[in-house]
């Protein structure tokens, strides 16, 4: 979230309080933005987001010349009667030469940022075992021999007929253990860059303008092929027109610019399906086709 109002610039979108379009920012001073001709102070402007600038108090009929008014009229998508876009009035149209009516649609823009994806631990076990080395060590033997010898007198300082112990040291080499830590090996980390191929999804919005002129000047061939159908003791026309305006704006639809009757109807059916009037597809079905064979000129 951008507290700043500073961070308005040109081109952001802005949305009114129900959050629908307004246009886009032409202008930015440091009291006021300029949205499709219109100034709006900085005052009524309740905060300003990544996605743009959302006015408070403020909604898609409350400024005039900017996108449209509300009208009663028939809602095309669910078949009952709802408050829709009406288009301009006929005083701004008096009043400027010329009104344009953003057709606004978001775009996926994917940046690139230096961010830890995860780690690798190496982990080190110190283990103990038993090991052997061969020495050989020297040490002294103390060896006692008996011998005859002839008879003789004592010798000055041999001392006889004394109890005693005469120690006779004993030399060798003994083994003496230290430990030495010796690299025996080692193990290198390195890292390396790839490239991974991402697909990137989201969901965009989209704003389109239906322009209801032309429909309102077919409307009376409806009405007319209504009349025909003898449907008029069933039901009223202005229970039947949500299906043709709904078949015929369908028509124009880009999502089936490429498509014919039969290849568009599987979707045009599940959108439509379970409207408030209570009537199958069956019983929709005419109505809604010859709204599109109008609208496709056949």
């Keep these: ?124 076990h110190v283990t103990e075992e038993q090991r052997s080395v061969p020495v050989d060590l020297q040490r002294e033997e103390v060896r006692v021999e008996e011998r005859d010898v002839a008879d003789r007198p004592l010798r000055p300082g041999e001392d006889v007929f004394q109890e005693g112990t005469i120690r006779v040291p004993v030399r060798g080499e003994e083994a003496v253990v230290t430990k030495e830590a010796v690299v025996t090996g080692e193990v290198a980390v390195t890292k390396a860059q790839t490239t991974e191929h991402q697909e990137i999804r989201d969901t965009v919005r989209r704003q389109d303008v239906d322009v209801d002129e032309n429909y309102r000047r077919a409307r009376t061939g409806f009405q007319e092929h209504f009349k025909q159908r003898g449907w008029g003791k069933r039901r009223t026309w202005d229970q039947a027109e949500p299906n043709y305006r709904y078949g015929y704006l369908a028509a124009q639809d880009n999502r089936y610019a490429n498509q014919d009757w039969d290849q568009a109807e599987p979707a045009l059916r599940r959108d439509y399906q379970g409207a408030e009037t209570g009537d199958t597809w069956d019983e929709l079905r005419e109505e809604i086709r010859e709204g599109w064979r109008r609208a496709r000129g056949r």
Excluded at 15 to 34: C, F, H, S
């Design 1 to 124: 979230m951008m507290s700043d109002l500073e961070n308005i610039h040109d081109g952001m979108m802005v949305y009114g309080a129900d959050n629908q379009p307004l246009g886009t920012v032409e202008d930015v001073t440091r009291d006021r933005i300029r949205v499709n001709g219109r100034d709006l102070s900085r005052e009524s402007i309740a905060r300003v987001t990544a996605d743009g600038v959302y006015m408070r108090g403020m909604g898609t009929d409350s400024i005039t010349g900017m996108g449209t008014t509300r009208g009663t009229d028939t809602d095309y998508a669910t078949g009952t009667r709802a408050t829709r876009d009406a288009g301009l009035n006929s005083a701004t149209l008096r009043d400027r030469d010329e009104i344009t009516v953003p057709q606004v649609e978001e775009r996926l823009n994917v940046e690139k940022r230096e961010g830890e994806l995860g780690a690798v631990d190496i982990h080190k």
